[in-house]
């Protein structure tokens, strides 16, 4: 496989590559290479903290659980932990691996490791100076009526949801 970044940016680097496919042939893709996400669904007095985050994408306010991309040499385990406390201003102190996901893997290598914990006091969460994010507590019936409401439209929070027994 030969591989040409066209484009080396803060979160993703993208790529154009020929590649040698499985059953002989050749192809060209473009992919974008991401260093990886770690997702929590954090519990806190029986209640599961969420995020309701502005995405400039979609040019709205969309409700999510605490992810992040890791941070050169971080493990998940590590990013998970500090992106729950940075996003809700919750502290960790129990946390267990669920599982993984592949957000896009027809241009997207991001694997998204899901860590489910509980959290044992609220402090003061720290933003990214981009991030605009509101805390809500949410019981799990709460979370089911928003997901069949089509209130939870975020795929990564929905899996996890469903990998944590919750939908």
């Known amino acids: 496989m030969s591989s040409n970044k ?8 993208l790529y154009q590559s020929d ?28 209640k599961i903290v969420f995020i309701r985050q502005y995405r400039a994408v979609l040019g709205r306010y969309i409700w999510e659980l605490p992810a992040g991309t890791l941070n050169p ?11 729950v ?11 267990r691996y669920l599982g993984e996901i592949c ?5 997207c290598n991001e694997i998204i490791k899901i860590y489910r914990a509980l959290c044992v ?23 089911v009526k928003k997901f069949k409401n089509r209130k939870i439209l975020d795929a990564k929070t929905i899996s996890a949801l469903a990998m944590a027994g919750v939908l």
């Open 121 to 143: 006091e609220k402090s003061v969460n720290n933003l990214d100076a981009d991030e605009c994010i509101k805390v809500k507590l949410f019981t799990k019936s709460e979370i």
């Open 19 to 46: 590649i040698d496919l499985p059953n002989g042939r050749k192809g060209y893709f473009e992919h974008i290479k991401h260093p990886g996400t770690s997702l929590v669904v954090p519990f806190f007095k029986g």
């Open 103 to 107: 957000t896009a893997p027809g241009f």
């Open 73 to 83: 040499g971080e493990s998940n385990y590590v990013c998970a932990k500090r992106e």
């Open 6 to 13: 066209i484009f080396d940016g803060k979160l993703i680097k």
């Open 85 to 95: 406390t940075e996003e809700t201003g919750y502290k960790v102190s129990e946390l």
